[in-house]
C-alpha cells in the first residue's frame, strides 16, 4: 500500500520514560539523517510527565509515539519487544532516548545488511557527549571487531549503535527480568545462537552523559 509506513527499510525503535526535555533532540538526529528510508516508533513506559506532548510537537508521520499496554508490563525491555513486534522495517535500529544519531547512521547499517545477508545484528563505534563535565570523549570500552571472548567479559557494544533483522527481534526478544542490562543479556545470547554480528569502526552515535541517565 503506497505511502504507508509498512513500506519503510528500517523500523528506528526507541522506549522512553520521562525523556521530555531530551527526546526531541534524538528525534530530529533522526529526522536529519541522508537515509530518509525509515519510521520510528517510540514506546511510551508510562512517562509523568509531558513526555509525549513533547514528541508530537514534531509533525512528521514517520514519528509514532505508543503508549507501552499494561499489560505487556513494564521497563525498557518489554518497550523495547513491544516497538519490535509492531515495527514494520525489515531492519530495526535501537536507539535510547537521550541517545543521538549521527547523520549517516541508518545508510551505513542498511548498506551493511545489503552487503552481508547472512548477518542479523549490527554494531557500530560512537562518542560520548558528557553533559555535565562539558566535553566530547571517545568512549571507556574500545570498539573492536566482534570478539566473543570478550563480549563474554565485558559488554563492548554499546546498545545505541546496535541493529538487527526484524526476524531476530521476534526470535529473540528481550528478557524482561532483566530491569537493567538487557541488551548484555540478549548480545550474550544471541552470540551464544551463533547469530551473524557485524560491525563498523564508523562512529555513529553520540550516548549523551548528563542527570538522571541510567548506568
Not at 520521562?18 to 528510508?37: G, M, P
Not at 557500530?124 to 568512549?139: H, K, N, P, Q, T
Given at each position: 500500500?503506497?505511502?504507508?509506513l509498512m513500506d519503510r527499510r528500517i523500523s528506528v525503535v526507541t522506549p522512553v520514560k520521562?525523556?521530555?526535555?531530551?527526546?526531541?533532540?534524538?528525534?530530529?538526529?533522526?529526522?536529519?539523517?541522508?537515509?530518509?528510508?525509515f519510521e520510528m516508533i517510540i514506546v511510551d513506559d508510562h512517562s509523568i510527565d509531558n513526555t509525549i506532548e513533547s514528541i508530537l510537537t514534531i509533525k512528521d508521520p514517520r514519528i509514532k509515539v505508543i503508549s507501552l499496554p499494561d499489560e505487556f508490563g513494564q521497563g525498557k525491555a518489554c518497550a523495547r519487544n513491544f516497538g519490535n513486534i509492531i515495527a514494520c522495517g525489515e531492519i530495526i535500529a535501537v536507539c535510547d532516548s537521550d541517545d543521538l544519531a549521527e547523520q549517516e547512521r541508518l545508510k551505513v547499517i542498511h548498506d551493511a545488511f545489503q552487503t552481508h545477508s547472512e548477518a542479523g545484528i549490527f554494531y557500530?563505534?560512537?562518542?560520548?557527549?558528557?553533559?555535565?563535565?562539558?566535553?566530547?570523549?571517545?568512549?571507556n570500552l574500545k570498539w573492536s571487531e566482534f570478539d566473543l571472548?570478550?563480549?563474554?567479559?565485558?559488554?563492548?557494544?554499546?546498545?545505541?549503535?546496535?541493529?538487527?533483522?526484524?526476524e531476530i527481534?521476534?526470535?529473540?526478544?528481550?528478557?524482561?527480568?532483566?530491569?537493567?542490562?538487557?541488551?548484555?543479556?540478549?548480545?550474550?545470547?544471541?552470540?551464544?545462537?551463533?547469530?551473524k554480528f557485524i560491525c563498523s569502526p564508523e562512529k555513529l552515535f553520540i550516548q549523551r552523559i548528563h542527570k538522571g541517565r541510567e548506568s
Open positions: 500500500m503506497k505511502g504507508r520521562n525523556r521530555a526535555k531530551l527526546i526531541v533532540d534524538t528525534i530530529e538526529s533522526f529526522l536529519n539523517q541522508n537515509f530518509q528510508d557500530s563505534d560512537g562518542e560520548v557527549r558528557d553533559e555535565i563535565a562539558g566535553i566530547i570523549r571517545d568512549r571472548q570478550r563480549l563474554l567479559e565485558e559488554n563492548y557494544i554499546t546498545h545505541s549503535s546496535v541493529a538487527y533483522r526484524k527481534a521476534t526470535s529473540y526478544p528481550y528478557n524482561p527480568f532483566f530491569i537493567h542490562s538487557e541488551d548484555y543479556e540478549l548480545m550474550l545470547r544471541l552470540a551464544k545462537n551463533k547469530v
